[in-house]
């Protein structure tokens, strides 16, 4: 009975050792995978964008509004997004989304998988539910993002396509900056992003709002604040949505990725989507986030944009 234990035990302990060593390959398959694509960098747009965003209020209205002035006469874009809405949500037509006739209450909303499916955008950028491990978790993160991937590319080979990284609640637990600085890797690469490639044979390039909002926050630490902006809860309204100025900064972010051009000296006098003045923080924070934003930017290989 003694041997007979000690086998099965042994028999165990060899099945867990194949299963770590099989998730431990696979790991790798996936990074190399990754590598591969992300080796080639992708051409600057020669000519302003047609972009369409999927999402929720960390999308939201003003932001995408203050991209269209960064980019100039002839950006466009559309949009569809809900209230925490994952992008299984916006997937399934059986799946309600929450909040769908007031988010989408304006001109700029066009439905989601006629749009990207219509082969009229350049890009297209996707942005899953917080908090990202209950999206990976039950809502099928990357199985989902590679269908979105996949549609759009159907219609429209050259279609370029992005994840759009965000944040947690500022109030988080374990720390707001612990958890950006920790999740990028445990959640949004290793889990979202580079399995969703097993589906495609084009990259889904990363848009690094999270990694670009805690640079930030370490910037105006290490300069005891810049104009109205002390710390990082001076980028929110609530313990998750951006306020001007943190829409300022997630645009900027998104126009340095989609045109991969350095931000430095776009205007920061904008107007939010109704048309009103936004919040204005001035000529010294508006720079540094610029800086910011270009730093983060050209340090991944994920957003497309050359290192250096």
Same mark, same amino acid.
């Given at each position: ?230 710390? !990082?809860?001076? +980028?929110?309204? %609530?313990?998750?949505?951006?306020? $001007?100025? =943190? *829409?300022?900064?997630? &645009? #900027? ?14 205007? !920061?006098?904008? +107007?939010?989507? %109704?048309?009103?003045?936004?919040? $204005?923080? =001035? *000529?010294?924070?508006? &720079? #540094? ?20």
């Amino acid at each position: 009975m003694v041997a007979l234990s000690r086998r099965l035990f042994l028999g165990a302990a060899a099945l867990a050792s194949l299963s770590g060593g099989s998730w431990v390959f696979r790991r790798a398959q996936l990074q190399d995978r990754a590598a591969e694509l992300y080796a080639t960098r992708l051409t600057p747009p020669t000519a302003p964008m047609q972009v369409y965003h999927l999402g929720h209020s960390l999308v939201g209205e003003d932001m995408p509004a203050m991209l269209s002035q960064m980019a100039g006469a002839g950006h466009s874009y559309h949009s569809q997004t809900g209230w925490g809405t994952s992008l299984r949500e916006h997937w399934e037509p059986e799946m309600p989304v929450n909040g769908f006739d007031r988010a989408n209450d304006h001109a700029r909303h066009r439905p989601a998988r006629a749009a990207i499916g219509s082969g009229e955008y350049d890009a297209v950028v996707l942005t899953e539910m917080v908090e990202i491990a209950d999206a990976i978790r039950y809502h099928d993160s990357p199985d989902y993002l590679a269908r979105w991937a996949n549609l759009a590319r159907e219609a429209r080979p050259d279609t370029r396509v992005y994840l759009y990284e965000t944040w947690h609640y500022t109030d988080d637990g374990t720390g707001w900056l612990n958890r950006i600085d920790r999740d990028l890797d445990k959640y949004w690469r290793r889990q979202v992003l580079y399995p969703a490639l097993q589906q495609s044979d084009l990259p889904i390039h990363l848009i690094p709002a999270g990694q670009v909002m805690a640079a930030f926050a370490r910037a105006l630490d290490a300069q005891g604040g810049v104009g109205p902006l002390q710390g !990082h809860r001076d +980028l929110f309204k %609530d313990n998750i949505h951006f306020n $001007d100025y =943190g *829409a300022y900064l997630i &645009a #900027l972010t998104h126009y340095a990725v989609l045109y991969q051009r350095d931000p430095a000296g776009l205007p !920061h006098a904008l +107007l939010r989507a %109704d048309g009103a003045p936004a919040d $204005d923080m =001035g *000529a010294e924070a508006a &720079a #540094l986030m610029q800086r910011v934003v270009w730093d983060v930017v050209t340090s991944l290989p994920q957003t497309g944009v050359p290192q250096g």
